[in-house]
């Protein structure tokens, strides 16, 4: 990459009058001259035009990409010009990046089809469709040049952003207006992974010039003329309600313009994340954030004053004694199996509560005009906030502007477009005509967060010929919002009810309970619980039969192939051993996590007193196919640090139906010295697929970590947070 | 009142209760918003900016106490991505979403320009009130060594 790399405009932030109006960031390519702010390119091409909704070609050969996911450095921005470029076969410094227009999405025919950015959807499920508009693009250049220089299209090549035909040749900007009137008689297919030119190769994401000088611009940094700001508190147990309040005491502070009263929409708790609250509106969020401090609020909490921690432990340990909805059933009657007796083991885990905590707190910035309404929301549906800014409003969506900015993390919380933070702000810009911004405080950001939900998991196992596994049982009790598995039954149950090993005899069975605390996504959902439970698991039951944990494993994977090359690459690269001295370990893992199968070797060392030190990590992915090495290696690395920080350190209090550790002070998260350098290897199958990168590394992790305790010290740790068990040895 | 600042060379004056902390006044008076919001209780870092070239979180630090002194932020540090750290971030592609980036930076200049040559166990000292969800800690390690190196190479 050029080390010189200059920013010579501020990515800039601004709000356009008149149809098709928005934010637009636009980025050329590390190595080009400039970041630059690209008028609409998707209304009015600088000097080119578009050939379809995902691309413009100007004269002088740039090509921009319009994006409509949203990028929180997972790469989106990057990975679909990326698998555009390649169709089009263009060169990748000519090309930049920008959001997609949602407005012109929601009312010219979703053009773009999908919009979210989640579960690493974007090039594993949306590549089709994406490389589709490139790969259709490039045959309309060639047909265009086709008809002019009176030649058939198939003797047209189209290559590096130039056309050609015998003796004739031009660009391909020669062409866009003429492509975009090009009807093809049949759409070409994509093309394979063996014709790939830039495809798979490791480039640098392109946004990343612009995160190192503060100019790149997140939802909370919008700034607009007259806009006022908003403090928010709503009912620390959610779904209560706000008793009373004495604006009177607070409301002649400097700066107090407002207050408004937010109110639960009644029947729409699960759909609508909206909570009973008070916000106070003030000329700075400061000023505002104080006021509110300072007002006494009373709550009525409700019905749910008395959950915590203990009510919900209590009814695992009796719902572990009912049966549950069967989820995944192989052979028969495991559990009758089991309780006839002989070699049986059986262990309880637990994982509890964890919370988003990007560390951008969330917020929106609306304006509400008779005009129109623009918003910009931390989202992972660029198409969201405005559906919901209509619904909430009664507004058209054609009055309605989406600004995508950059999200400051996002991991699973962001979904539904920020949905209770964009309705505040809607309300309170309604009420005052004045673009608002609101932002929550940490503590409100955590509190009212969606957060992962707590699982208690009982597994038990018989063990027969040879010591492998003939019966294997688990029941899990998890905590969700209302009780709606709305983290789905598939991920609730992932690497436990879809664990490769073959044991003639397994049923998995899983207890849905209602709690008020609202929950989701969480990156790597469901697999990030359970890969903690089952390959700890695993190890019990290799050790109780004196098997080594990876020959397990690729005895009991036998036939898997992408399993069966996770393992045996972890066997060559990692010098797995369970002979280390006392206070030294070695641990293993391996679970499969949206199509992709992730393995993790941990070495630990254990002081006698008990503590632990993470001294090598080493993570194995066979995801089938690989666009991007580099930005892989990122993400495997991120979701290993992303699950070590949650088994290590995290865990959320809940007491009194409310939860109490909300800022960094009481939530810790892994911070530099803790975390280890992780190596990536890449053991890809030959015949591919398209897993996903975002969310694997986790699961396997500290999985690894606590088996690697077990050889260090002993010690079996079946919850966490590690680091509130005993650890010491001697 | 009235505050004269000067930040990043520049003159200011600003209007704001004297126990404004200065992130509020950068963000929101300024408009310098590099600087980000975090936790409000100096936890997570991403507000760290330079008082007179020592790294401060700004978001507990009042305005006031900054009179007379020099604020240097993110925005500051360099007008074209030159500084070592910043070209070191680029080499390893470090930041992911990129929120908590101005206050690594931030840290880890201050530290460089206190420490020729630190140790693993400096930067993981100086770096550790700066928190990074994405999980970037082992390029930020690496990049500082690296910036070390182009810092380095830049006296020579």
Known sequence: MNMQTKISRRTMIRTMAGAGGGMILGFHLPGASAGVVAPEPWTTPTDGAEINAWLTIDLDGTVTIRVPHTEQGQGALTSVPTMIAEELDVPWENVRAVFADMNRHLNQGQEYKVTTTHGSQVVRLQHPHIMQAGASARERLKAAAAIVWNVDPSQVTAKQGVLSSGSNQASYADFVTAAAEVQLAQEPTIKTPDQWWLMGKPLPRMEIPHKVNGSAQYSIDTRLDGMVYAAVKCCPVPWGKVKSYDFDAVRNRPGIIDLVEFHALEGKTFTSDMQNGVAIVADSWYRAKTALDLMPIEWDYGPNANVSNETQAAEAQRLFGVEGDVSNEIGSDALGRINQGGNTLSAQYHRPYETHARMEPINATVSVTDERIDVWSPTQDQAAPLRIISDHLGRDTKEIFVHTAFLGGAFGGNGGGATAVTKQAAEISNRLRRPVKVIWTREEDITHDKQRPPVYTELKASLGERGLPEAFFSRAVWFTHEGVANHGPATADYSIGTMPYLVPNRRHERHNVATHLPTATHRGPGANQNGFIIEQFVDEMALAADWDPLEWRLEMTKGLEPWQRVLLKMKEVCGFRTDLPKGQGMGIAVVEDHNSYCGACATVSVSQRGQLTIDKLDIIINSGYLINELNASEQLEGAACWELSHALYGGLDLENGQFTNTNFDSYHLMRMPQMPSANCYFALSEDGWWGGMGEPGGPPTPAAVANAIYFATGKRVRSTPINQHDLSWS | ?156
């Open chain 2, 1 to 156: 009142m009235a505050i004269s600042l000067r930040v990043n060379g520049t003159a200011y004056e600003v209007d704001v209760e004297p126990e404004t902390p200065i992130l509020w006044v950068l963000r929101d008076s300024i408009g310098l918003t590099g600087t980000k919001f975090g936790c409000g209780i100096a936890q997570c870092g991403v507000c760290t900016i330079h008082l007179d070239g020592r790294p401060i979180r700004s978001c507990i630090t009042p305005v006031s106490s900054a009179v007379g002194r020099q604020i240097t932020t993110i925005e500051g540090l360099s007008n074209d991505n030159s500084h070592p750290v910043q070209q070191a971030w680029i080499e390893h592609s470090t930041p992911q979403c990129g929120y908590c980036q101005s206050g690594q930076i931030m840290s880890a200049a201050a530290l460089l320009s206190q420490t020729d040559n630190p140790s693993d166990s400096e930067i993981d000292s100086a770096m550790s009130g700066n928190l990074c969800r994405c999980g970037t800690y082992p390029r930020i390690r690496a990049a500082i060594h690296r910036a070390v190196e182009i810092y380095d190479a830049s006296k020579s």
